[in-house]
C-alpha cells in the first residue's frame, strides 16, 4: 500500500509538472508564453503557442510538408485566440471570476464564444461555485456544455480521452461538410436544369412563333398568287373575245 501511495503522488506530481509546462511555454517552440507581448492561441487538446509560431508552422507544412503540430491542427481554425486576465502588475494569468492563478493545477477552460470581449478563459472553479446559467449572460453558451469546451493545459491521464472526443468531433464536422457540399451541388444542378428547361422552352416558343409567321406569309404570298392568275384570266379571256369579235 505504501509503494502504491508513493507511485500514485508520484503521478500526480509528475502531471502537475506537465500540466505547468504547458501553460507557461509555448508548445512548439518551449519558450516562456509572453501573454502580455504575443497573442497566445491553444489547439483542442488544450496546448498553448504563440500564435507568430504557430502560423509560421503551418506555413512550413504547406511548403514542404513538414508537420510539427500534428494532425489535429487542420489549419487556423483549429486553433483558438485565448483573451486571458492578469494580476494588476503581473503576467500570469488569472481567472476573472474566482482570481486564482491559472497555472495548470488550476483547472481552466476555453470559452470560445464569450460574450466578455476581454477575457475568454474561466475557472472550473468558478463555474462551480457561480453555476454555469449565472455566468452564461457574460460568458455565453459554451459555458453549458463544460465536457465539450476545451480544456487549457489537462493532465496527461486525460490526453487520450480527449484525442478520441477531438477525432470524433472534426469527423462530424467533416461528414457535416461533406453532406452541405453534396446539397448545394444538387441545389446547383437543379439550377441548370430548370435553366435549361426554360431556354428549351423558350426556344421552342420562338421556333414556334416563327413557322406561325412562315405559314401566314406562304398563305398570304398563295391568296396574292390566286388573285394574280385570275386577273391574269379575265385579261386573257378578254383579249380572246376581241380577237374573236374582230373575226
Known sequence: NHTADNTSHTKKETDKEVMKEIMTLCYLTKVPL???????VVDPYGRLYH???AIEALLRRMENGNDELGSHIRGMKDLKTVKFQFQ????????????????????????????????NVISERAISEMG????????????????????LAPPPSKMEEIQERVK???????????????KKKRKHTKQIVDTSNK????????????RRRVQSSVQ????????????????????????????
Open 220 to 247: 398570304s404570298s398563295n391568296v396574292l398568287s390566286t388573285l394574280f392568275v385570275k386577273d391574269k384570266d379575265k385579261h386573257s379571256k378578254k383579249n380572246t373575245d376581241y380577237l374573236f369579235i374582230r373575226s
Open 168 to 182: 470524433l468531433q472534426q469527423e462530424q464536422e467533416k461528414i457535416s461538410k461533406q453532406k452541405k457540399s453534396n
Open 34 to 40: 509572453q501573454f502580455s507581448k504575443q497573442q497566445i
Open 132 to 151: 454555469p446559467e449565472t455566468l452564461r449572460s457574460e460568458y455565453g453558451d459554451d459555458i453549458l456544455e463544460v465536457d465539450k469546451l476545451t480544456r
Open 51 to 53: 500564435k507568430e509560431q
Open 199 to 210: 431556354t428549351i422552352r423558350k426556344d421552342s416558343e420562338m421556333t414556334q412563333g416563327v
Open 88 to 119: 494588476d502588475g503581473d503576467t500570469k494569468p488569472i481567472c476573472p471570476v474566482t482570481n486564482v492563478e491559472l497555472n495548470g493545477w488550476n483547472t481552466a477552460y476555453l470559452l470560445p464564444n464569450s460574450k466578455n470581449e476581454n477575457f
